[in-house]
């Protein structure tokens, strides 16, 4: 009798747990569900939000054709527009790839220096719109070359701080710092991002990485997003072996601390172009000389530094005079944005064509390239520098000086011929209408196979470059470039091929160099990086 109540006992109680799981399951459904409707609901006025600018905008251009101030007012809003809305698609895209396990991370070299400069120019538009007091630092940092996915770490950085812009009313403050530890043999880069913004409640911090979910807030208006950017943030740092904590309170703002452990390359210094010549350096902001100081110091190098553009003029007169001439100037960030750089670069460049002029900033060198190409400068640093950026960069620079003049922000390409394979009308249309400044010759293909005739049937260097889209009828990308590649003619093996393509996940990067071509351009298109990789390839 006994066993029996027992065994009665274990029974209800196996239900009791089985009937909990089930209801836990069914709220964790409903919950889920409702997320998902709110998610709807909010990316149907999201979508339909930056859309309705475009078309809006897109009339008005036409309804006004002649009058060209009205007409690139309405151009400008509707690429604002448009980079919103791609970054929404971008969101749901991703997420999508996530769930599904298509998403990887990648294991390349790159530069933090070039990272950090990338998404600072990405997000300190729109903090200076908001008229917050954005800081940066950058401290301990042993290891400038690490192996990683720059373009995730890129999406992880900037998703957070473009949280704490919009989630801060307009004169707050955001401090984002980056530094250093080693363990294992590991480099663990430890960004942190601060502000004084709504903050969020525990409860919220409970949920914020679950996807769809997103601060509301009264204080706050015109907050627009997926709810997916915090979820795809913690899953990628979970793929690269990395961990995020974050802490917040109503009204106190918020902080996120995020670790990536990354493997590291050791620091090699190219100092030999620089060895006995001297380095003028005109900067006025005190912080930015002493790491000028610090790191041309420790390695043995020749420079003066002076705070303005009279003193500079003055320095390289005397030092002519002495026959100590520089024979490199860098203009610093703190010479001017408003173009008192370039015409101070103008001036020197006059007076002495043989001075190497390197331009310091945390501008967008691809805005201002073609200005400052024509103002004598020839080469571009980017804030923040490191010890290496700065002394290979400088090194570079009086190297390809003196190997040849700088180039244009347009390459001129007359006498080369392009390979364009395009299936789209319109997109076809807009590429050859920017190619047409290059001035080279560009024969077209709708598809992979004409592509592939188009290469066979030319003279061998008969085609200087191909540009290959991916999802095209009749044959793709891959299997065009594949068979180009395995022709037996003396140019299949080396003409460059660029896949220039909407596949513009990590896996498609990684399979158009697999499949032999030479690099990979996202649509939609980015005309400057388009044009630095046509000069560099050509």
Known sequence: MEESTLALKQQNEELRRENESLRLRLTEAQNANLAKESFLSNMSHDIRTPMNAIVGMTALAKKHIDEKGRVSDALDKIEIASSHLLSLINDVLDMSRINSGRMTVAEELFSLGDLLHETLTIVRPQAEQRQHAFRFDAEDIFAESLYGDALRLRQIYVNIINNAVKYTPEHGEIAVSVSQEESDGRCVLVFTCRDNGVGMSKDFLQRIFDPFERVSSSTLSGVEGTGLGMSIVKKLIDAMGGTIAIESAPGHGTEVIIRTPLRFESVRLNTGPLEG??????????????????????????????????????????????????????????????????????????????????????????????????????????????????????????????????????????????????????????????????????????????????????????????????????????????????????????????????????EDIARARACGMNGHIAKPIDVNLLMQTLRQAL
């Open 277 to 506: 010549r001297r380095i003028l350096i005109i900067e006025a902001d005190e912080a930015m000389q002493e790491l000028y100081r610090r790191y041309l110091g420790e390695a043995g190098l020749l420079f003066t530094i002076v705070p303005s553009s009279s003193a500079a003029v003055s320095a390289i007169t005397e030092a002519d005079f002495r026959g100590e001439g520089f024979s490199c100037a860098v203009l610093g960030r703190s010479v001017g944005r408003d173009g008192s750089m370039f015409e101070l670069a103008s001036y020197l460049h006059k007076a002495d064509s043989t001075l190497t002029l390197v331009m310091v900033s945390d501008l967008n060198w691809g805005e201002i390239e073609y200005r400052a190409n024509r103002s004598g400068i020839s080469a571009f640093i980017p804030i923040p520098f490191f010890r290496k950026s700065l002394i290979n960069g400088l090194a570079h620079a009086l190297q390809s000086v003196e190997s040849s003049d700088a180039v244009s922000a347009v390459p001129d390409l007359t006498g080369r011929r392009i390979l364009l394979a395009e299936d789209n009308d319109i997109n076809r249309e807009i590429a050859c209408e920017i190619l047409s400044v290059t001035k080279a010759a560009v024969d077209c293909a709708a598809n992979g196979r004409e592509a592939v005739d188009l290469f066979l049937g030319s003279a061998v260097g008969g085609y200087d470059l191909i540009l290959m889209d991916i999802q095209m009828p009749v044959m793709d990308g891959y299997a065009a470039v594949a068979q180009i590649r395995a022709a037996a003619r003396e140019d299949a093996g080396s003409v460059p091929i660029f896949a220039m393509t909407a596949n513009a996940f990590a």
